[in-house]
């Protein structure tokens, strides 16, 4: 059985042809230049699969995800230029005929986590997945459903205890300022340092600040929600400095609530080569097909 | 038909017994004192019911609420002196022989307020419930299901953005200082004013503080959970507040989601006289009969 995936970033499409073992057979990556020439290009792409069953698409946001609003399908008012107002679905479904499944990239990321984890046989009734990249957002699976009525969730843009070694700097979301996203995403390094992020060493006192930011969203997700587990991909995460928010996180939560051992409960994607979200995507695809 | 609601709190539980239309035709309050007498007191109210078809309990945690566990229906490590390790859910068992719906005090509450909502015919699909008064806690309902996997929400401890007006308070979360319950529940005013709360008049700048605080807790939900409503309960919330708070989250979310009117979004509980848990036990009791 073929599946299609569209993992639809600001700087990239990962499209892909898979099966309902998660195998992928084929995949194409397609700039994000503008939405006339960049879906064109998807379509093309996956024109070449006519036996394609269903499809799972994870975008970039925010997007309208409510069934019976209009506007369904859509990427609403991104800060991408010329991708706002953009008629996603409609476009794909202009060459593809069958069922599609649409939801944001870590809503799609999150359910690839959540279907991995049952692969391997971790009892796992819920999952956070947050994203900390050029932006930061995350997505929530509670016993298979995405979490979110208004909307899906937009965890980048909380608010967090600033540490004391750091209250001199005032973010940089043009929404917040100093929200999560604000005080933690990749393009806060050039910011505070004046270098790109690949340029700072881990060793850079900076990381036990951005520890302590990524530790108290935990603690939000811990506490509202419950979860089994929650997984930290993007490009500013690495192992390292999991292991300094796992500290934090310890020492923040004071062992108020049981979570498990902290190096399961905190952890990397198990998906390769980010790939969680065309995993996911191919999941939901098959869930929208047996719908 | 007969339905039983136990809402038990610190000071004390309060018992009912209603019906199916959530109209109250017996209530006693009874004092909390050990769980031997208190329960036993409890058991004796209800034995003067013998139609009673089936019982909510809203408790005061934490609790254990996962059904598979050995400990379903105890009250666990609270910090109220004797409460520790209590078989609540078994104790009443030992009296009445029907099914018991067993969940936290703000659950119970949560599922009230969601239930007048779908009878004022509000389009209700999810709602927040958080109380502030001598603890801070919260519940959400989302599609008539309690969210939490590990366990019950546990809202009143996250961190949040300190005012700059408050930087000196240290908090008095015995676990965590300056959380969220350790900023806003009720004793902070004798901590910070040397005054009880009751004695501070509300033109007091404290109630700035405490609104930016409420706001950010209501930001972090709105982000997460993307509800439909959140309802404010509990001694230290009042409609003056609320104002504030509306405020404060108007300013910091800067209209970041859509969330509607903010005077239908962040509201009082639209029970009469702390009514919530009652209700929201009566239909929790109903759908555990029916289950």
Same mark, same amino acid.
């Given at each position: /059985?073929?599946?299609?995936?569209?993992?639809?970033?600001?700087?990239?499409?990962?499209?892909?042809?898979?099966?309902?073992?998660?195998?992928?057979?084929?995949?194409?990556?397609?700039?994000?230049?503008?939405?006339?020439?960049?879906?064109?290009?998807?379509?093309?792409?996956?024109?070449?699969?006519?036996?394609?069953?269903? /499809?799972?698409?994870?975008?970039?946001?925010?997007?309208?995800?409510?069934?019976?609003?209009?506007?369904?399908?859509?990427?609403?008012?991104?800060?991408?230029?010329?991708?706002?107002?953009?008629? $996603?679905?409609?476009?794909?479904?202009?060459?593809?005929?069958?069922?599609?499944?649409?939801?944001?990239?870590?809503?799609?990321?999150?359910?690839?986590?959540?279907?991995?984890?049952?692969?391997?046989?971790?009892?796992?009734?819920?999952?956070?997945?947050?994203?900390?990249?050029?932006?930061?957002?995350?997505?929530? %699976?509670?016993?298979?459903? $995405?979490?979110?009525?208004?909307?899906?969730?937009?965890?980048?843009?909380?608010?967090?205890?600033?540490?004391?070694?750091?209250?001199?700097? @005032?973010?940089?979301?043009?929404?917040?300022?100093?929200?999560?996203?604000?005080?933690?995403?990749?393009?806060? $390094?050039?910011?505070?340092?004046?270098?790109?992020?690949?340029?700072?060493?881990?060793?850079?006192?900076? $990381?036990?600040?951005?520890?302590?930011?990524?530790?108290?969203?935990?603690?939000?997700?811990?506490?509202?929600?419950?979860?089994?587990?929650? %997984?930290?991909?993007?490009?500013?995460?690495?192992?390292?400095?999991?292991? @300094?928010?796992?500290?934090?996180?310890?020492?923040?939560?004071?062992?108020? %609530?049981?979570?498990?051992?902290?190096?399961?409960?905190?952890? /990397?994607?198990?998906? @390769?080569?980010?790939?969680?979200?065309?995993?996911?995507?191919?999941?939901?695809?098959? @869930?929208?097909?047996?719908?």
């Amino acid at each position: /059985m073929q599946l299609g995936s569209i993992e639809a970033g600001g700087t990239k499409f990962v499209c892909a042809v898979g099966d309902e073992n998660y195998h992928t057979q084929s995949r194409q990556v397609i700039p994000t230049t503008t939405p006339r020439e960049t879906l064109a290009a998807v379509n093309a792409y996956f024109a070449q699969f006519p036996a394609l069953k269903a /499809m799972g698409i994870a975008s970039f946001g925010p997007i309208e995800i409510r069934r019976h609003s209009p506007k369904y399908g859509y990427i609403t008012n991104t800060p991408k230029p010329g991708w706002s107002n953009t008629d $996603f679905v409609g476009a794909i479904r202009q060459q593809f005929k069958g069922p599609i499944a649409w939801t944001t990239d870590v809503n799609g990321s999150a359910y690839g986590e959540y279907v991995l984890a049952s692969l391997f046989n971790e009892k796992i009734a819920s999952l956070v997945y947050y994203t900390v990249g050029t932006g930061v957002g995350a997505g929530v %699976v509670e016993n298979g459903q $995405f979490l979110g009525t208004l909307g899906h969730p937009e965890m980048g843009h909380v608010y967090v205890k600033r540490h004391p070694d750091d209250l001199n700097f @005032k973010g940089i979301c043009p929404f917040h300022g100093d929200c999560l996203e604000g005080l933690i995403s990749g393009p806060t $390094f050039e910011a505070r340092l004046g270098k790109p992020g690949k340029d700072v060493p881990l060793t850079d006192h900076v $990381f036990d600040i951005l520890a302590y930011y990524i530790a108290q969203a935990a603690i939000q997700s811990t506490l509202t929600i419950r979860p089994n587990k929650i %997984v930290f991909g993007g490009g500013v995460i690495s192992e390292p400095l999991l292991v @300094k928010v796992r500290a934090q996180f310890k020492q923040l939560l004071h062992d108020y %609530v049981a979570v498990g051992p902290l190096d399961q409960y905190l952890t /990397m994607p198990q998906a @390769k080569d980010n790939g969680s979200a065309t995993i996911g995507n191919y999941a939901l695809a098959l @869930k929208e097909y047996n719908r």
